[in-house]
DNA sequence: GGAATTCTTGACCGTTCGGTCCACCATAAG
DNA sequence: CTTATGGTGGACCGAACGGTCAAGAATTCC
């Protein structure tokens, strides 16, 4: 016995993250959130709270979808070594560079608020410390599969994998050509990944 | 025949510098860095221009140190390999952890405005090539010196090297613990740069 | 000592920000 | 059709921002 909403949430969440994702945090104004998700500020405060609150839940519906992908990309390669080569060139193919520019929305979150919103930071914790037992469980298959030595650790493994990763990221952001990029991402897969199929 | 200045450009510029690297670009406030510099409004005004022409003049002063640093920190190195491998352990020495959360304020700029000043993404593409380029030397002279393989490219090398430390740092920024990040590191140096001390 | 010149200070301005609030309207139940 | 309910949109607010400007202070030359 009322007015039902008008707009699909998960439809905003992903208009706002965009945003969010495009101009960073501070320099996204209540005005330009109103623009993308076609709703008026009443609205959008009535729904998700304030600026904050609502940042937050992107941010959430984002990492949670990047897991559900990571998962999903890890558990579909017919050999885990490939997957994780992968995880260092995948973020780099994109030709236009249009979608390596933007970088990794919570990499970006890290660095605008993780000094100053101790939430965020939090989930930057936490999200990494999935992504590296995700990743983990990968190394520890690419052992089984005998593409790995067999006595490393797969943790550590996979943190230095995913230091690669975001430092492959962070270079793409500087402006540095994708030639130059995609080089240095197959030197950092041969040197932490190498190639076992010899043996 | 006038007023001299009674403040050092210098010691304004580091005090400018250290402001805008605790708390980012946007996050200073002009008041804030009055505070800081001990300066009115007007005098930073009359002396340095707008807030982001200081803020350019903090970062290429920031960025002139810091080659200043690693140039001398590459060449006062007995063996060019141990340099390199303090390139991705040194960020994380510090027990406190407090230098290394604030990071390396031209990643945290690149990151905050890289995608909307292109006058940042420029100096940040030039100060990472030329840092490639002085490690692209010390690999050389690593290479010179036995510690390395002779065949491999020098600046493919550096460039590895560099994505591998700035990875390091932002996983420092989630607030991973130092022990950890001192494995990690250790894991990195040992996998880029292997121990030929045997051959 | 007087004058010229530059530095310094803080009051002031317009803009834009995030956030609140209320009048209006669309819907569903009776 | 009436009425109650809750979504919607935009006017409105105080605060804080970056930036300007003019009056006063300090210094050097003549």
Redesign the pocket.
Known sequence: ???????DEKQVLNAVRDQFWDAGY?A???????QVS??????????F????Q?FLRALRSYTDDSHGQLREALADAPRALDALRMLLEAPIDDPTGAGTRRGCLMANSTYELGHADPEVLDHAHRTYETSTALIGDCVARAQREGDLPAGADPIALARALLAAQQGLLFMSRTGLDTATLTATARSLAAQLLPDRSGD
């Open positions: 016995m009322a007015r039902p909403r008008s707009f501070a996204t104004s209540l005005e330009d959130l109103m076609g709703l008026g500020k009443g609205s959008l405060y009535a729904a709270g304030d600026k904050r609502l």
